[in-house]
């Protein structure tokens, strides 16, 4: 049987999960997670016409020709600062000292900053120096946005901007879905503990730290970090137990046909039902995703760098889900630096950093290896070699998906209840 695409892999993947119930959080709760409904604003920013600048309220038409050798001479008539309210309206001839947000008065059009204007000992009257045209230093109503017009779409991103304009609404709560609830189980009677002594045919656990913070880049609480022997009961007591306390299981390792490779075995066996299992990827090729219970489950590779590639490409958009959002990763076209032979049925993800050159982008790519994450500290993205070819040479084109800056929007099927 051939194996699974990717993108089929990917969709049947995200079957495995539903986006979790939306619950209003206090703003700074939802720092980091998305919007689980559009917002209107309800309320006009700014929310009157007010000053930009420190200065005086005037009518501009009383400014016209004035400058320093001839200064236009107005009656002070009030002190308006911001959150106050004018006193009355402003006549011809006058002027009202104003400060930085306050409100422009009934009368006023215009506003001269202090640099060019001087006030008389007394108080009583300024001179303004310059000519300010209408509207001069006057923030309107609704220059920013109108109430009742669109703020943010669902599946927008909660990050701090969000959060100040959502507070700059008087909201003091968000609609938006909760994290998961994560648990990593590290598998392999070769791990040892980092901090305890390690043989050179032993090898330290690195995946629990990797897989739980690739977790949490994706929104993730990670719950539960634990270890299991290449061992069927050890394993099925560990996903027994793990399983029904979070929203996903994320195993690493015995993923793939080896002796010991025991952890697909035993789910089947749990009655675990099976959304992937196998994809045409490279690295990442074992990866399963399943459902036991209520709980979704990623078999990833044990090779970090499997992991890594299979999580990003199935764990990671299986917790978004959870989140309400798919995610759309930007991609660019651009030329390889060197040749690269490949499996023509597998799609590859290469760890690429990219450079600009005479002739557009150019993709380098680090070693290829399942076993490497070294090459992922500072990446670009992936270069996508496509299947159906297995031969790529120096300067050919291809798509590099990258980390950066990706969009999110609503998953559609995301009811408002988790099921
Ligand atoms: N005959 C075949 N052999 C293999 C196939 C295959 O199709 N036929 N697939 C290969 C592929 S592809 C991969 S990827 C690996 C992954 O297999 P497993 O998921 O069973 O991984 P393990 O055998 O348990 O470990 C692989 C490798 O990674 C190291 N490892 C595992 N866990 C950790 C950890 N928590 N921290 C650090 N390092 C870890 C482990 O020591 C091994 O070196 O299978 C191929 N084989
Ligand atoms: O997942 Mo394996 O990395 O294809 O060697």
Redesign the pocket.
Known sequence: MPLTSLSAARQAALEAIAPAAPEPVPLLDAHGRFLATDVRASRSLPGCDNSAMDGWAVRAEETRGANRDSPTRLRVIDTIYAGALPARALQPGEAARIFTGAPIPSGADAVVRQEAARASDDGLTVDLFITVPPGHDIRRTGEEVRAGAPLFREGQCVNASVLGVLASQGETTVRVRPAPRVAVL???D??VRPGEPALAHQ??????VLVAALAREAGAHVLHMSRARDDEDALREALTELAPRVDVLIT???????DK?HVKRVLTALGARFFVDGVALK????VAVARLGDTAIVVL????G?ATVAFDQLARPLLLKHQGVLETRRRVRARLSEPRHKQAGLTYLITATLEHGDEGLRAWLRPQG??QILQNVQADGWAVLPPGRADFNENDLVEVELFDRPHHHAADSAPDTAP
Do not use: F
């Open positions: 590290a598998t392999g070769e791990l090898v330290y656990e690195s995946n629990l690493t390792g015995g993923a793939s046909v080896g490779d690295p990442g090729k074992p590779p044990g090779n970090p499997a399942a076993g």
